[in-house]
């Protein structure tokens, strides 16, 4: 079945966290059945053994090292497949920041299977997911929670850096290059001429590629990595808000501003107070 790249939005009016987890050992008589679906995000990892999880589209074996992500919504179960079955899962409400680059290919809709081949990704994957199922277990203990959220995205980071290295080849070169420069000089002013000349594309070729290849237009990725940048200054820097807006490329903090509470749902000022009373 063709892969295509999952495109989502988060809803960050809902509180985000780890909801409950568990690694589990099971035999041959284990399942799980769930018409309805779920209203969170299950993620399971497979460590040994082999399971089977079962959509309305696609049925699809976990074999080791196999990585099985459920969106909300969807009708499915699951079950052992063959004697017996190790993994470590999660249902969760991704962070909302998250939303930058947690985009997975697609099995079938809302379903995301993907097999990790490399034996250092799985390494890491494996022993983060462990991690993150410890610290859950400690209670409301709020730097153990924390801990957990951030083994969970070390997890789900590795798997998204897995998934990209099968399919680096089909990401066209040009796309790729003007990216990397986006990504590194996001501080200056960036013109879609001056784009195209770089990548050797008309400006309308250039708009049509990046946008089917990358999810998003040019402009819009630029926008999501200088407000990334303004983020982290917010959080770890004393600079004035303006002066950050003039740091990460804005020329008029109105626009930054606008830009910023479109993206964090929240004020630039309001993310710092938050973000340091945490």
């Not at 153990?144 to 099968?166: D, K, N, Y």
Request: a neutral charge; proline letters at 4%.
């Amino acid at each position: 079945m063709a892969k295509h790249t999952m495109d989502y939005a988060i809803n960050e009016m809902r509180a985000y966290g780890i909801l409950i987890s568990g690694h589990y050992k099971e035999n041959e008589h284990y399942v799980v059945q769930r018409p309805p679906g779920i209203v969170d995000w299950l993620f399971m990892y497979t460590i040994s053994g082999e399971g089977m999880v079962i959509t309305e589209e696609d049925g699809v074996v976990c074999r080791q090292g196999d990585v099985a992500l459920l969106l909300p919504g969807l009708s499915h179960h699951y079950r052992t497949h063959g004697s017996s079955w190790e993994f470590v899962w999660v249902h969760f409400i991704p962070d909302p920041e998250w939303n930058t680059w947690m985009r997975f290919p697609e099995r079938c809709n809302r379903f995301v299977h993907i097999s990790i081949a490399d034996m250092p990704y799985r390494f890491v994957i494996e022993e983060a997911m462990k991690r993150m199922h410890l610290h859950s277990l400690q209670g409301a203990n709020s730097l153990h929670i924390r801990l957990s959220m951030i083994a969970l995205e070390e997890a789900l980071l590795h798997v998204r850096l897995a998934s990209m290295t099968g399919s680096v080849a089909a990401i066209d070169p040009r796309i790729a290059d003007i990216l990397h420069f986006l990504q590194h000089s996001f501080r200056n002013k960036v013109s879609l001429p001056e784009l195209a000349k770089r990548s050797c594309l008309s400006t309308s070729r250039l708009s049509h590629l990046f946008k089917e290849q990358v999810g998003d237009t040019i402009v819009n990725t630029l926008h999501k990595f200088r407000l990334e940048k303004a983020a982290q200054l917010l959080v770890y820097t004393t600079r004035q808000v303006s002066e950050i807006a003039e740091d990460v490329g804005f020329d008029s903090i109105d626009h930054f501003s606008r830009l910023f509470k479109a993206y964090f749902s929240v004020t630039p000022s309001t993310y710092r107070k938050d973000k340091a009373g945490g």
